[in-house]
């Protein structure tokens, strides 16, 4: 990966190639940050630099993923060879030559894993301290990326606090992930935090006219979408009716809590809304949260007269969109919000889906009626 192909993040950039050229690179570092906002291509090119530094020709390798001193560990499901990522380092290769940018819910769909917990687990941190136990191919530094290292378990956890703490000679750790609260407090405290932050509007606005042929209206629309991420820029350029599937269920779980407060036996319909979103994978649950939130904000943009702002809303099947936006104000956004982020943090504690969905299913019943001056 090289420092031109990252979309933005110049100041960053500079500051991470400044501490190469003036030896201040800490053994473990940790880059926090969402996959579309470059954490992965950051920390890749980031590698390519310490190889370069010590051998120009060698860090070439870097680019294809094949330098035989760059090691990558990441979530993967057990299977009889137990579960460690070499098993699965072919396809994570293909997913990240095809896009760097990608995400939990990306490399489920690879590995056709939508009903399985993808983990980083002990077994795989004895595999490290075998590679890592012997000398460099290249007569240089060894580079380890853990990716997503906050779905590591406890146990891997702890052992590879050990690792951290004792690192081989010559050994640079890369850790990344989008959010530090599920990581060991002891290996947050001997790490070097490199905190990644969204791409700005105008630096995915440049990216995309430079890389595709799209009207400007289409590229504002994908920019405000995006939200700072490269990711879902590219996955909203691809697909004008991904969102049709989340339609649906929105558009149903908004009737349905319409209906409860006159008929209280559409409760047993949220149920079974509930179970059906619950068999989804989590990445794709949690998108769909996302999704349902801002289609809450959008409402509330709506209701309040800033339509210059509402870029998307939903039309079809005689959903009344303007009529449901009346219902979404000052008195409600900040519960239904509230309550969307607490399904959200369940969700990622691996809580009971269809419990988490039954919950949030009801409790929109409730708010939804909540009168504006209450």
């Known amino acids: 990966m090289n420092w031109e192909q990252i979309v933005g993040q110049e100041k960053l950039k500079s500051l991470l190639k400044e501490s190469i050229s003036d030896n201040r690179v800490s053994h473990a570092q940790l880059f926090i940050g969402k996959e579309g906002y470059g954490t992965l291509p950051l920390a890749m090119a980031f590698a390519k630099e310490v190889f370069r530094k010590e051998n120009e020709h060698s860090s070439s390798k870097v680019e294809h993923l094949n330098h035989l001193d760059l090691h990558f560990s990441f979530p993967v499901f057990k299977e009889k060879k137990g579960g460690l990522s070499d098993n699965f380092l072919e396809d994570f290769r293909t997913m990240i030559l095809e896009n760097p940018y990608s995400n939990g819910e990306d490399w489920n769909k690879v590995l056709n894993s939508d009903n399985k917990q993808l983990t980083i687990y002990a077994d795989e941190i004895d595999e490290l301290n075998k590679k890592f136990s012997l000398k460099s191919f290249e007569g240089g530094s060894k580079v380890l990326i853990v990716w997503q290292v906050d779905k590591m378990n406890i146990s891997a956890s702890n052992k590879f606090l050990k690792f951290l703490e004792e690192p081989p000679k010559d050994t640079l750790i890369i850790l990344t992930a989008e959010n530090a609260d599920f990581i060991l407090p ?189």
């Open 186 to 374: 002891t290996i947050l405290s001997r790490t070097q935090l490199v905190e990644i932050p969204r791409i700005h509007d105008e630096e995915i606005e440049f990216s995309l006219l430079q890389n595709y042929k799209i009207s400007e209206e289409k590229i504002k629309e994908i920019v405000f979408q995006a939200q700072g991420n490269w990711n879902s820029a590219q996955k909203l350029l691809l697909a004008e009716n991904s969102d049709s599937e989340f339609e649906d269920l929105f558009v149903t779980w908004v009737r349905e809590a319409f209906q409860v407060k006159k008929k209280p036996e559409f409760l047993k319909n949220i149920v079974f809304w509930g179970r059906n979103v619950a068999g989804w994978n989590r990445e794709k649950q949690k998108s769909f949260l996302d999704y349902c939130a801002e289609m809450f904000r959008l409402a509330l943009l709506q209701n309040y007269g800033n339509e210059n702002l509402v870029y998307k809303k939903i039309d079809s099947g005689g959903f009344k969109w303007e009529r449901f936006a009346n219902f979404i104000h000052g008195a409600n956004i900040e519960a239904i919000l509230t309550e969307i982020s607490e399904a959200d943090y369940h969700l990622e504690r691996n809580a009971n889906a269809k419990i988490v969905w039954t919950d949030l299913g009801i409790k929109l019943s409730r708010y939804i009626h909540k009168s504006p001056s209450n």
